[in-house]
T-cell receptor, first 109, second 113 residues
Framework: GIQVEQSPPDLILQEGANSTLRCNFSDSVNNLQWFHQNPWGQLINLFYIPSGTKQNGRLSATTVATERYSLLYISSSQTTDSGVYFCAVVASGTYKYIFGTGTRLKVLA | ETGVTQSPTHLIKTRGQQVTLRCSSQSGHNTVSWYQQALGQGPQFIFQYYREEENGRGNFPPRFSGLQFPNYSSELNVNALELDDSALYLC????????????FGSGTRLTVV
């Protein structure tokens, strides 16, 4: 089955810093979403981005489907950005989301 | 527009018991998926329902079963609970068979003792 790897696994930033999170996947995909899981466990949808580039405030994402990767950019990080970021993909010809290994982000005040 | 709501938020059960978790999908969403997330890991797909029919299942034993109702709300039932079933159970809904992304609920944290 499709493999989804995220890097880095852990990241500590000072408030105000920028960061790039990466998601690599081993096969072609129909869907791709980035989620932020807050300390209470809720998965918050950041982007639905099977291809192309999107921006929402301080966050933006780019998926290059032909090269099988996606990037999530966080600018001017805030302490509320802390949590785990997951990339999830649906492989072509399938129906279920496969989640990546996650990036655990901690933003220090 | 309401999001995905799950109940209960927390639950403690004894090994061998049965549990039912509930999910109300977002308005207009006809597809519901259930995921299990063990501590420190990513969510794992359990199964998916589309217009009241199961249309996909992950690597979970038959004691994990589900239902989707005409209003597209859903239930996850787990029989003969085991200690390893302790996890966060997440429900997600989508408007078009999953082709437009999913919205997740806050989850039910199940502890089996």
């Amino acid at each position: 089955g499709i493999q989804v790897e995220q890097s880095p696994p852990d990241l500590i930033l000072q408030e105000g810093a920028n960061s790039t999170l990466r998601c690599n996947f081993s096969d072609s995909v129909n869907n791709l979403q980035w989620f932020h899981q807050n300390p209470w466990g809720q998965l918050i949808n950041l982007f639905y981005i099977p291809s192309g580039t999107k921006q929402n405030g301080r966050l933006s994402a780019t998926t290059v489907a032909t090269e099988r990767y996606s990037l999530l950019y966080i600018s001017s990080s805030q302490t509320t950005d802390s949590g785990v970021y997951f990339c999830a993909v649906v492989a072509s010809g399938t129906y279920k989301y496969i989640f990546g290994t996650g990036t655990r982000l901690k933003v220090l005040a | 527009e309401t999001g995905v709501t799950q109940s209960p938020t927390h639950l403690i059960k004894t090994r061998g018991q049965q549990v039912t978790l509930r999910c109300s999908s977002q308005s207009g969403h006809n597809t519901v998926s259930w995921y299990q997330q063990a501590l420190g890991q990513g969510p794992q797909f359990i199964f998916q329902y589309y217009r009241e029919e199961e249309n996909g299942r992950g690597n979970f034993p038959p004691r994990f079963s589900g239902l989707q109702f005409p209003n597209y709300s859903s239930e996850l039932n787990v029989n003969a609970l085991e200690l390893d079933d302790s996890a966060l159970y997440l429900c997600a809904s989508s408007p078009g068979g999953g082709n437009y992304g999913y919205t997740f609920g806050s989850g039910t944290r199940l502890t089996v003792v």
